[in-house]
């Protein structure tokens, strides 16, 4: 192992780093430590397909499985610890349909926001469809001539089906910087030119993309950071891609067509035939008349009820966001504590008139005026409240009188940010190593390494290099990313480089459009973002949660600089979408080190689709604000297009941006949205001590930051899918990944993929046939399964 593998915490001069750099000139010092074939052979065991009988695990092997940080059964079984690094990944063949599915995926995403209903192109949709389109190229192609073996130089393989989708996902997600040129141009009459709009967006986006990249030993190497949402799709396409006739190989991709093609079938049923599939709620058939059977037992329709004992038969509303079958158990418990405090809280608030509860809607994220009544609310005229020089006016303030929310939407508040300071602590009491790579450039010893200016690349690689000895991290890292040792990494200093130029485009934007953001506020919307990624990244990361937090970063930017909803977008666009793209670049890494894809093939692909991505949001943005601005500016929008995404916005930028103070600060309404963050920062510590003193117990399996955020969860959306998510997740990581572990991890994520995939896939082709997505919706025949004058799942109308 070279040298600077096992490099100290001491100065290095000038000396060592000429001579460390020319002994290792393919492996820069910042990836360490080295492993040797023969030791990934022996600290890992290799997957064998054959083997369907329990007695694989020992008895100990099986009681760990459910532990937090116990995740060899799936990095090394469900997923094979081989590779072969002489398989090509860039061909033409990828980049052709990598940059036809990136322009796809930009054109949808962007045409997806301004829609009604909410539509997403998943990962796994995306991966099925470059399969379909990779094997039509490979199969029908000649491989004869110079041009033959140019678009079709051998069989499609692995690595090019993973560059393609990687290279697709991340444009399938729209940029959030459509928010802020949208309203900025349909609210304030400021329509930014195309070129100012696009470096916005990859400005914006980059940001994130070179935070995340420098986290890479936080949010990527160490086997804790399991990004549980990749497992389905390398699974799938490891299963995809077996050229095998060994029946032992066959069968996992027979099992995922036959459920592919089920899922596929059914999901017309409860999307489109038979919507009380959505929801079937016993309680609301048996009396649908009350409005409190709604609140508590409804949840069919998007704000309609908690969901309490719903069944739910629609898979793609089950996995909304994520799928229940790759949860880990730590996960699943600590979910399900919070979500039963949810309804209990949420009920416990709403009929005690908490804020007035009564006089607004159950649930709801619109912002109201503080003169309505039981039955009559009325939404805050913000527009009134926003001078011309785009400040609050707290004269028209005065006359409106301050805005108000629903309880539950101020319990979301008040619980999530008190969730993000949980997640501090957590974080660092549970994961200190990896919590302290994050921070590690903050060290006065590594800043000093930074005194060689005259080879800047290598002292910034060792800035920001591994503190922890080679044995401890030997045992912490991912066995696939001892895998990723046979490629040549990516140094620290491309990402250094993203940012940096990311930053000064930013800065340079931000007063040539005239934001009304000053330098200082963009500054602290960076280092927010970066706090957001490190911490909220690393615990989506061990946990699979999704966590969100623009409203807070909205209410943080209203404190800082208060009074300019216009300048509280940027902020937000900064920060919170840097988190946004940190954690999809973040993910995607991990998606590629499963795949074992060069780290410099993923670099220059994520960086690719990117800017396609954001260069085709804004053509398709641009063109639906030019010639729909009339029905987004409408409160009811049409069945085509909707503008509520950004009345969203632009009202949480005024309200919790502009007048955070005013609502949020001591003796305001809403002080406890603020106050909660104190006694979140020392919510994990006792668990974490009566861990610490009854290690048997199984408290490791609360995670407390997860369990705050779910506590606030039922806030928004169809919620009638709750039941069913945590009966589906039990049974699989708590009753076959513990009773039957070899077909667990053989099929389970398989599974996962499969019903992602053709859910999707049928969720996708209805939408632009009958659903309203391409033109008018069809709908169904109305009949007892499809009550479309009212909720599917036939509760009374609450709202």
């Known amino acids: 192992m070279p040298e600077n593998a096992a490099a100290s915490d001491e100065a290095i001069n000038m000396a060592d780093i000429v001579a460390q750099e020319e002994s290792t000139p393919a492996r820069p010092s910042n990836d360490k430590p080295t492993f040797s074939q023969q030791e990934i052979a022996d600290e890992t065991f290799i997957y064998n397909a054959d083997d369907e009988e329990d007695d694989d695990f020992d008895k100990g092997e ?23 690094p002489s398989m090509p990944a860039i061909t033409f063949r990828s980049m052709f349909l990598g940059t036809g599915l990136s322009i796809f995926g930009g054109v949808l995403s962007a045409i997806y926001y301004f829609k009604p209903q ?35 130089p051998h069989a499609f393989n692995i690595k090019e089906h993973l560059a393609i989708t990687i290279m697709a996902s991340a444009s399938a997600v729209s940029a959030l910087g459509i928010q802020v040129i949208s309203v900025e141009r349909l609210y304030y009459n400021n329509e930014l030119s ?42 799938m396409l490891e299963n995809l891609h077996s050229r095998s006739e060994d029946h032992s190989n066959r069968k996992p991709l027979r099992i995922f067509l036959y459920v592919f093609a089920a899922i596929f079938v059914w999901e017309i049923f409860p999307q489109w035939i038979c919507t009380i599939l959505t929801g079937v709620s016993i309680f609301c058939l048996a009396d649908q008349n009350s409005t409190v059977f709604t609140h508590i037992f409804g949840g069919a329709a998007g704000n309609e009820g908690l969901g309490l004992l719903s069944l739910c038969f629609d898979w793609q509303q089950i996995t909304a966001p994520t799928s229940p079958l790759y949860f880990p158990i730590s996960s699943l418990i600590s979910q399900g504590i919070g979500i039963t405090g949810c309804i209990i809280l949420f009920a416990g608030v709403y009929y005690s008139n908490v804020w007035n509860a009564l006089d607004y809607p159950f649930l709801s994220q619109l912002v109201f005026s503080n003169s309505s009544t039981a039955g009559n609310p009325v939404q805050w005229n913000q527009t009134l409240a926003i001078g011309a020089d785009s400040k609050i006016d707290m004269g028209a303030v005065a006359q409106l009188g301050l805005p108000a929310f629903s309880a539950t939407n101020a319990l979301n508040m008040m619980l999530t940010n008190m969730s993000m300071a949980a997640a501090i602590v957590h974080l660092f009491l549970w994961y200190p190593r990896e919590a302290w790579e994050a921070f590690a450039f903050l060290d006065p ?57 990311s930053a000064v485009i930013a800065l ?65 666009l900064y920060a919170y979408n840097a988190l946004v793209q940190g954690k999809l670049l973040a993910q995607d890494l991990k998606l590629a080190q499963y795949g074992h894809l060069a780290p410099r093939v993923t670099f220059f692909v994520q960086m690719w689709d990117t800017l396609l991505g954001a260069l085709f949001n804004y053509i398709i943005a641009n063109d639906v604000i030019k010639n729909q601005a009339t029905i987004l500016l409408s409160v009811e929008g049409t069945n085509i297009w909707s503008g509520a995404n950004l009345q969203q916005f632009n ?9 955070s103070r005013q609502l949020f600060s001591v003796g305001a309404q809403y002080e406890w949205v603020t106050l909660v963050m104190i006694p979140g920062l020392f919510v994990p510590l006792p668990l974490w001590l009566a861990h610490r003193r009854w290690p048997n117990l199984g408290l490791d399996n609360i995670n407390t930051s997860v369990t705050l955020f779910y506590l606030c969860y039922l806030n928004v959306g169809v919620n009638s899918s709750i039941f069913m998510f945590f009966i589906i997740g039990f049974i699989s990581q708590g009753y076959i990944r513990r009773r039957y572990p070899n077909v667990f991890v053989k ?37 007892w399964g499809n009550n479309v004058d009212g909720n599917p799942d036939r509760c009374a109308s609450a709202n």
């Open 194 to 235: 195309a070129a100012v709009s696009i470096f916005l967006l990859l400005s914006s986006q980059y940001l994130g993309y070179g935070i995340a990249g420098l986290m890479r030993r936080t949010m990527l190497y160490p086997k804790a950071m399991l990004w549980p949402a990749n497992i389905p799709i390398n699974s």
């Open 118 to 152: 909410e539509i997403s192109l998943s990962p796994v949709f995306l991966a099925v469809l470059a399969y379909l389109l990779g094997e039509a190229m490979s199969l029908f192609i000649p491989r004869r001539g110079r041009i033959g073996r140019l678009l079709n």
């Open 62 to 84: 099986i009681n760990n499985l459910h532990r937090p940080a116990q995740n060899s059964d799936v990095l090394t079984r469900t997923i094979h610890v081989s590779d072969d």
């Open 445 to 501: 010893r590594n800043l000093l390494k930074l005194r060689h200016i005259n080879r800047l690349p290598a002292a910034i690689r060792r800035a920001f290099a591994n503190r922890g000895k080679p044995d401890e991290m030997r045992d912490n890292y991912d066995p696939h990313y001892r895998l990723m040792l046979e490629y040549a990494p990516c140094p620290d200093w491309w990402y250094g480089i993203v940012l940096l130029l």
């Open 651 to 659: 009202s949480q930028a005024v309200a919790r941006g502009g007048l």
């Open 747 to 783: 099929y389970n994520y398989l599974i996962s993929a499969a019903l992602d995939g053709g859910s999707s896939v049928m969720v996708f082709i209805l939408s632009f046939a009958v659903l309203g997505a391409a033109g008018a919706a069809v709908q169904f025949p109305k009949y």
């Open 508 to 572: 340079v934007l931000i007063y040539k459009t005239d934001t009304t953001l000053p330098w200082w506020g963009f500054v602290i919307a960076a280092m927010l973002g970066y706090v957001l990624i490190a911490v909220l990244g690393a615990m989506q990361a061990i946990t699979g949660v999704p966590f969100t937090s623009q409203s807070r970063v909205q209410m943080i930017g209203g404190y800082i600089h208060p009074g300019y909803p216009v300048a509280n977008m940027y902020f937000s």
